[in-house]
């Protein structure tokens, strides 16, 4: 184990899960190294028969909870609670057999500690949550998992992927979002960081919030919830509005100014993704108005590139239709309704809708009322059934 001087830690053991038949505590615990600050040691379980065991633990400082059910529940709990109070803590040793503990040892991740499991189970489950798993048996202990530090390179590469999906619109699924970093790094593989599969690694980073995501399971398949407000920063957002990375290759973008017609699109597709985010925390973040813009661009509507796209949200901010609280937020400005329609009129002129003049109306007077006249006063023009093309029957 990381033998820092610096290091804090609370060591917790799951007495009744554990066999001592053949081995000792001390056998256990000596890969610890002595030069941690414990800010907790403490054995929960049944001492009835503790024996030499539980005198060990004594001398070498542990707390003993005696605990009349199932331990493992009382440790959890207590854990948790100890956990949530230490702001200083870095890890969490626990020395135990028990699965049912897999959900303790999540959560205390999710406070930025990690998490090292001591078991004698020979394939253990703890191997695919813990950070370190070390497998105590006769000939001694054997680290069996390790999960190294995802290096800031990686997490770089895993946020580009995110972006580069959320600004083509596409939905942020593990098996899709693998792919995209398979494009973009072709050696990519989460193996080489000691996990044995991809929504692993999503796991952890977001159990250490690396990145403010959190995978979870909907509708079938494996997606990420994005949290926070940290998905467009600055730089982030540059690289999407000025690398336009789908229009670079095949110029399918233009880069000029919107026409009346796109212009009441864009401002309509612009106005709507901001009031749909309405008391959401991402609700007029660049990226996702980009997003939503792009789609329009799929549909084979505004072929024009980022950089137009943003030139005409500055025009709108400049207008007064958008308010811009931050480099990367856009919301509606009071009144948004009528300043558009003001803002389309400046930029294209008002649509004039002519007036009837007096001298009209009066002409449209002179058109006889048919309803007020007798039939006699009513000329008509008489017209043949043969000239009007109908042929003539005999009745029978």
Same mark, same amino acid.
């Given at each position: ?146 999960? #190294?530090?995802?290096? *800031?390179?990686?997490? !770089?590469?895993?946020? =580009?992927? %995110?972006?580069?999906?959320?600004? /083509?619109?596409? &939905? ?87 026409? #009346?017609?796109?212009? *009441?699109?864009?401002? !309509?597709?612009?106005? =709507?993704? %901001?009031?749909?985010?309405?008391? /959401?925390?991402? &609700? ?91 039939? *006699? ?20």
């Amino acid at each position: 184990m990381n033998s820092s001087t610096n290091r804090k830690v609370a060591l917790f053991i799951d007495h009744d899960s554990i066999s001592l038949e053949g081995q000792s505590y001390e056998d256990m615990l000596s890969s610890i190294p002595s030069k941690f600050q414990f800010l907790a040691k403490k054995a929960f379980g049944q001492w009835a028969e503790g024996g030499e065991a539980k005198q060990y633990l004594l001398d070498s400082g542990f707390e003993i909870i005696e605990i009349a059910g199932a331990s493992d529940v009382k440790l959890a709990v207590d854990l948790m609670q100890f956990v949530i109070g230490k702001e200083s803590l870095n890890s969490v040793i626990l020395l135990t057999n028990s699965a049912s503990l897999i959900p303790a040892v999540k959560k205390v991740q999710e406070y930025d500690a990690s998490v090292d499991v001591i078991t004698q189970e020979e394939n253990s489950l703890f191997k695919n949550i813990a950070d370190r798993v070390f497998v105590v048996q006769g000939n001694g202990t054997t680290l069996k998992s390790r999960k #190294e530090l995802i290096p *800031e390179n990686v997490i !770089e590469l895993l946020r =580009k992927a %995110i972006l580069t999906r959320l600004q /083509r619109g596409s &939905q942020i699924d593990a098996a899709g979002l693998k792919l995209q970093l398979k494009q973009f790094e072709s050696s990519f593989s989460e193996r080489k960081w000691g996990f044995s599969n991809f929504n692993e690694f999503l796991q952890e980073v977001g159990y250490k919030k690396l990145l403010p995501i959190k995978l979870q399971f909907k509708n079938g398949a494996w997606n990420l919830e994005l949290l926070g407000d940290d998905w467009a920063q600055k730089a982030e957002t540059k690289t999407i509005l000025n690398q336009d990375h789908t229009c670079q290759d095949s110029g399918q973008w233009e880069d000029r100014d919107l026409n #009346e017609k796109e212009w *009441e699109i864009f401002a !309509e597709a612009v106005i =709507k993704c %901001i009031a749909e985010g309405q008391g /959401r925390p991402n &609700q007029g973040k660049l990226w996702i108005i980009n997003a939503y813009l792009h789609r329009k661009r799929m549909e084979g509507i505004l072929l024009i590139s980022n950089n137009a796209l943003f030139r005409c949200l500055q025009e709108l901010v400049d207008f007064g239709v958008l308010n811009q609280p931050s480099q990367d937020t856009y919301l509606l400005a009071s009144g948004y309704q009528d300043s558009i329609e003001d803002f389309l009129n400046d930029k294209f002129g008002e649509v004039v809708v002519e007036e009837v003049s007096a001298s009209e109306e009066k002409e449209e007077d002179d058109f006889p009322d048919i309803e007020s006249m007798s039939e *006699e006063e009513i000329e008509y023009d008489t017209v043949s059934e043969e000239e009007l093309g109908f042929e003539q029957t005999e009745a029978k």
